[in-house]
């Protein structure tokens, strides 16, 4: 079993900045790529950033100049600098992991729980 905790959401003026984190833990072999997602009310998933296992990094459009992922030196934990907040990066950010299993060395993504981003303006 694999668990994604996240920690670090809240609420933030406008111009303000907040750093998210996504600690993976459980039976573990490897982990790919890592990922941070944001969904906001009435709208679909999107990706934000995303960084792999070798440090290869990719924002969209939006968090592009404001935002950072990054990696701990183990790789199990994904963080997310988010800098010159804006109302439109209100949202439930998730992060993601695809993980590979000690058991079957295939690869799956886990997902956590949420944490809720504000930014007032």
């Known amino acids: 079993q694999v668990q994604l905790l996240e920690s670090g959401g809240g609420l933030m003026q406008a111009g303000g900045s907040l750093r998210l984190s996504c600690a993976a833990s459980?039976?573990?072999?490897?982990?790919?790529?890592m990922a941070w997602y944001r969904q906001a009310p009435g709208d679909q998933r999107q990706l934000v950033a995303s960084?792999?296992?070798?440090?290869?990094?990719y924002y969209a459009d939006s968090a592009k100049g404001r935002f950072t992922i990054s990696r701990d030196n183990a790789g199990n934990t994904v963080y997310l600098q988010m800098n010159s907040l804006k109302a439109e990066d209100t949202a439930v950010y998730y992060c993601?992991?695809?993980?590979?299993?000690?058991?079957?060395?295939?690869?799956?993504?886990?997902w956590g729980q949420g944490t809720q981003v504000t930014v007032s303006s």
């Open positions: 459980g039976s573990i072999f490897s982990i790919n790529a």
């Open positions: 960084i792999t296992g070798s440090g290869t990094t």
């Open positions: 993601r992991a695809d993980v590979r299993l000690p058991t079957d060395r295939f690869v799956h993504a886990y």
